[in-house]
């Protein structure tokens, strides 16, 4: 079956640290891969995606990903973490062929502390 | 302001009265989809739809019911709802089903059935 895992329920940060939110998948192909953010009370936000080209994809609030076809991941990295970006992150998938649906990891919870 | 939105956020209810839980987009987006988020899981699509009067079952459709014969309104509607219906629901919109689209979400519905 085809799945999409964040491996960490929780990552803590300290303020100013680099921030790193793991992503792998088991999708055949090559998937379409995406990032969303939920801050509490709040609908999720579209945040990256990769559909081709450069392995690394910027996105808002100064995210990036990068895609790693050899691993499956979808690694979401920034490189000074604030408070401000204390939130549920979800990574979603999806097949190249085969329907139009998203695959959902669980969420990680970041949390970053002053 | 583009946006989807959701009514209501809250709602507590009891085992069994039917309930309706609206959803509308201001976007002109053809596809719109229902999910319900609980601790753990992510998301999991319970419903959608690719354009007006074409609706199609998600992961987790049984003891709901959704309709699509406006493209802005996508309303879900529990006709008998139970406790393990108790979650956190989404309802997301999107311009096309193309992988290049991402997903406008709502603020998201608490329900609560006792």
């Known amino acids: 079956a085809q799945s999409v895992a964040q491996p960490e329920d929780q990552v803590n940060v300290a303020e100013g640290n680099p921030l790193t939110v793991k992503c792998t998948y088991s999708v055949s192909g090559n998937p379409y891969l995406f990032w969303y953010v939920q801050y509490p009370n709040r609908g999720l936000q579209f945040l990256l995606k990769y559909i081709t080209g450069d392995n690394l994809v910027k996105g808002s609030y100064g995210f990036e990903a990068e895609f790693n076809k050899s691993q499956t991941s979808f690694h979401l990295k920034k490189p000074s973490a604030l408070v401000s970006d204390s939130a549920l992150y979800f990574c979603?998938?999806?097949?190249?062929?085969?329907?139009?649906?998203?695959?959902w990891g669980a969420g990680t919870k970041l949390i970053i502390k002053p | 302001e583009a946006q989807v939105t959701q009514n209501p956020r809250y709602l507590i209810t009891v085992t069994g009265k039917k309930l309706t839980v609206t959803c509308s987009q201001n976007?002109?987006?053809?596809?719109m989809s229902w999910y319900r988020q609980d601790p753990g899981l992510g998301l999991r699509q319970i419903y959608y739809s690719m354009n007006v009067e074409v609706t199609d079952k998600g992961d987790v459709p049984e003891g709901y019911k959704v309709s699509r014969k406006e493209k802005r309104n996508f309303p879900l509607i529990l006709e008998s709802p139970s406790p393990n219906q108790t979650s956190l629901y989404f309802c997301?919109?999107?311009?096309?089903?193309?992988?290049?689209?991402?997903?406008?979400f709502g603020p998201g519905t608490r329900l609560t059935v006792t």
């Open positions: 976007m002109n987006h053809e596809y």
């Open positions: 997301a919109s999107s311009l096309g089903t193309g992988a290049i689209y991402e997903q406008y």
């Open positions: 979603a998938v999806r097949p190249r062929i085969g329907g139009y649906q998203l695959i």
